[in-house]
């Protein structure tokens, strides 16, 4: 079984810090994402990534960088956390080679920024 | 560019079939149509996925008219942990590696006893 898993459940961060959300696959998977989850908006996308180095932005990016240096692992960070940045966030997987591959989630990073 | 439509909020009671329609009338000949179940403080999981006509799992069946414009995801005798929220996701594959996925809101199915 796929297995995506997000190095924090929960996390609390002052305004202003950089703040780093991890997240690994066991898949060997070539497409990463993380998305953030906010009430009545659903599943909105950040940065996606298909290899290693490759990233791609979503629909919502501002505010926020990637970085994959190896396949398994896809970091977000937030450069300056704000308050709006206070959400749900999803790190997801998937096989490139299909358009129709299933995404893979993590159980997700609740981030509170006060 | 594909927008999925479905409803915020359903109730059903428990041994009752339920089913939710989404709507995608914008949906790519390529796409597929893709529904997830979340439970709180989980992330989505995949429950079925279909291009056309109809598809059974386990645990539930999907049908998808002619014209592609709509799905419908049935659950068959739901029961209390069948309470979850629902997504309907259509996507696929574009130009080059860009992998443009719509995601629906949402549809928070409620069983009552």
């Known amino acids: 079984d796929v297995k995506v898993t997000q190095s924090s459940r929960y996390l609390v961060k002052r305004t202003g810090e950089k703040v780093f959300l991890e997240c690994v696959q066991d898949?060997?998977?070539?497409?990463m994402f993380w998305y953030r989850q906010d009430p009545g908006l659903g599943l909105r996308l950040i940065y996606f990534?298909?290899?290693?180095?490759?990233?791609e932005k979503g629909d919502i990016p501002e505010g926020y960088s990637v970085s994959r240096e190896k396949k398994e692992r896809f970091s977000l960070i937030l450069e300056s956390a704000s308050t709006n940045q206070t959400s749900m966030y999803l790190c997801?997987?998937?096989?490139?080679?299909?358009?129709?591959?299933?995404?893979?989630f993590g159980n997700g990073t609740r981030l509170t920024v006060t | 560019l594909a927008k999925t439509t479905q409803p915020i909020s359903m109730d059903s009671y428990e041994g009752q079939e339920v089913n939710i329609t989404c709507s995608h009338n914008?949906?790519?000949?390529?796409?597929?149509i893709t529904w997830y179940q979340q439970f709180p403080s989980q992330g989505p999981r995949f429950i079925i996925q279909?291009?056309?006509?109809?598809v059974t799992n386990e645990v539930a069946s999907l049908f998808i008219p002619a014209d592609r414009k709509s799905s419908t995801l049935s659950l068959p005798r739901v029961s209390l942990s069948d309470t979850a929220v629902y997504y309907c996701?259509?996507?696929?594959?574009?130009?080059?590696?860009?992998?443009?996925?719509?995601w629906g809101l949402g549809t928070s199915l409620a069983v009552n006893p």
């Open positions: 914008n949906i790519a000949t390529n796409d597929y």
């Open positions: 997801a997987s998937s096989l490139w080679d299909r358009s129709n591959s299933p995404l893979h």
């Open positions: 996701l259509v996507g696929g594959a574009n130009a080059g590696n860009n992998r443009k996925l719509i």
């Open positions: 898949m060997d998977h070539e497409n």
């Open positions: 279909g291009y056309k006509t109809k």
């Open positions: 990534s298909y290899d290693v180095k490759m990233k």
